[in-house]
């Protein structure tokens, strides 16, 4: 599986930047697809995720500031970051699920890219 990520950088605080990742190689059906950081003094998180239903989701301290938004076959996402504040800085990673059932789930990460906000 190959992930393809786009965007980042530095930016400052209440300003927006734009993440993009597209997934190929896989043989088996998307069962979520997103976006994930590290922040410093943090585990890795995920920050937006959709699901093979369309179903998009959002930990509370993005929720309002962060737009997912996928093709059809959600192999490609875009995460739409605005109003960024400086405890956003950290590695931003694609995050790729895939699977079918009996045969099993894997998971897959980008290998990120930094996003800094300067207050």
């Known amino acids: 599986v190959k992930l393809v990520e786009s965007g980042g950088g530095p930016v400052q605080a209440g300003g927006s930047l734009r993440l993009s990742c597209t997934a190929s190689?896989?043989?088996?059906?998307?069962?979520?697809m997103g976006w994930g950081r590290q922040t410093p003094g943090r585990l890795r998180e995920l920050v937006a995720t959709i699901d093979s239903t369309g179903v998009i989701d959002y930990p509370w301290y993005v929720k309002g500031r962060f737009t997912l938004s996928s093709d059809g076959a959600k192999t490609t996402v875009h995460l739409q970051m605005d109003n960024l504040r400086s405890e956003d800085t950290g590695v931003y990673f694609c995050?790729?699920?895939?699977?079918?059932?009996?045969?099993?789930?894997?998971?897959?990460w980008g290998q990120g890219t930094q996003v800094t906000v300067s207050s």
């Open positions: 995050y790729y699920r895939v699977g079918r059932a009996g045969a099993g789930v894997w998971e897959f």
């Open positions: 190689g896989a043989d088996f059906e998307t069962i979520v």
